[in-house]
């Protein structure tokens, strides 16, 4: 039998609250389980080739034998420490501009009657979503992005806080910018499409997410998995745009340069370098996200 949604007046006025304390849990587990493919993602994208082949499989052979496994989760605490505050600030913002959608003249109407309905506002708080916490996401993805591009013996083994202060001395506060237009570019487009996947992917499932049911932990799986894989593959060329950028600067000074740049060397292809890294990536972290999202919302929160 289907459970009815909450309608708690009490409940209703504390549900963003709620999900920053979902989100915060859940993407510190996702984090730590997705890193390593971030790394292969990153050094791939970067071009950090044992061959000339660029496969992953070969990518991660090479950084086990050349670092081992510390080499995999290089760069995790910048990612690690902030995942919290991301994923956090990230349901607890979905959660406001769902609530300003439903309340808006534009939806207010049908909303009750409408599966429709329901998608768009999915689809918009999503992409809204994406644009509101990109900064954060940008400013974290630099210092990690710097890390893994290169091995602890070439950066004379600084810590996480000593990349962050060499690029703040060498290159001053506006740094922390770089990439900032392909980071909005990629999230809004990757949570527009990953909350309405993962919330359509649970009802092919059997989960009626529309009575207000949650997905199990199996379906959590499985919908988080299908729905991370299809948001990134269109998401994935900003995010190389992105990572070109934050990577070296001196190459590719901006936006519509770093385009061109990729486009005139590597063509289409160039932007979908590491599409298999990310990919694998894509299934752990979403998989792994919305697994704990649930176990947290059915048993915790």
């Known amino acids: 039998m289907s459970r009815s949604p909450r309608t708690k007046p009490k409940q209703k006025s504390s549900r963003a609250l709620r999900e920053l304390a979902r989100g915060t ?13 971030d790394t292969l993602k990153t050094r791939l994208q970067l071009g950090f080739h044992p061959d000339k082949g660029g496969s ?13 496994v510390a080499g995999l989760y290089r760069g995790v605490i910048p990612p690690l420490l902030t995942a919290g505050v991301k994923s956090g600030s990230m349901m607890f913002s979905r959660a ?27 689809l918009l708080s999503g992409a809204l979503t994406g644009a509101t916490v990109a900064p954060l996401h940008v400013v974290t993805d630099l210092v990690k992005i710097r890390m893994q591009g290169t091995t602890a013996e070439a950066t004379g083994g600084l810590t996480t806080l ?38 359509g992917f649970s009802n092919i499932a059997g989960t009626s997410t529309v009575d207000g049911n949650r997905p199990s932990g199996p379906v959590a799986l499985f919908a988080g998995s299908a729905s991370g894989m299809v ?24 936006f519509s340069t770093t385009i061109k740049k990729i486009a005139v060397c ?10 298999w890294a990310v990919m694998f990536r894509a299934v752990v972290m979403n998989a792994s996200f919305f697994w704990f999202y649930e176990l947290v919302t059915a048993n915790v929160i």
């Open 25 to 37: 849990i859940a993407g510190m587990g996702a984090t730590w389980c997705s890193h390593p493919w």
């Open 56 to 68: 992953m499989i070969r990518l991660a052979m090479s950084t086990l034998e050349s670092e081992g």
């Open 96 to 122: 406001l501009w769902m609530k300003l959608l439903r309340e808006s003249k534009f939806f207010s109407s049908e909303i009750e009657q409408s599966r429709n309905s329901r998608y768009r506002i999915l």
């Open 162 to 199: 000593g990349t962050a202060r060499k690029i703040i001395l060498e290159e001053g506060w506006s740094a922390l910018t770089i990439g900032m237009s392909a980071g909005v570019l990629r999230l809004s487009s990757a949570f527009m499409l990953l909350f309405p996947l993962y919330d």
């Open 231 to 254: 948001s990134w593959s269109f998401s994935l060329p900003w995010d190389v745009v992105k990572t070109s950028m934050q990577m070296d600067p001196k190459r590719y000074p901006t």
């Open 266 to 275: 590597d063509g289409i292809t160039g932007f979908f370098r590491g599409y």
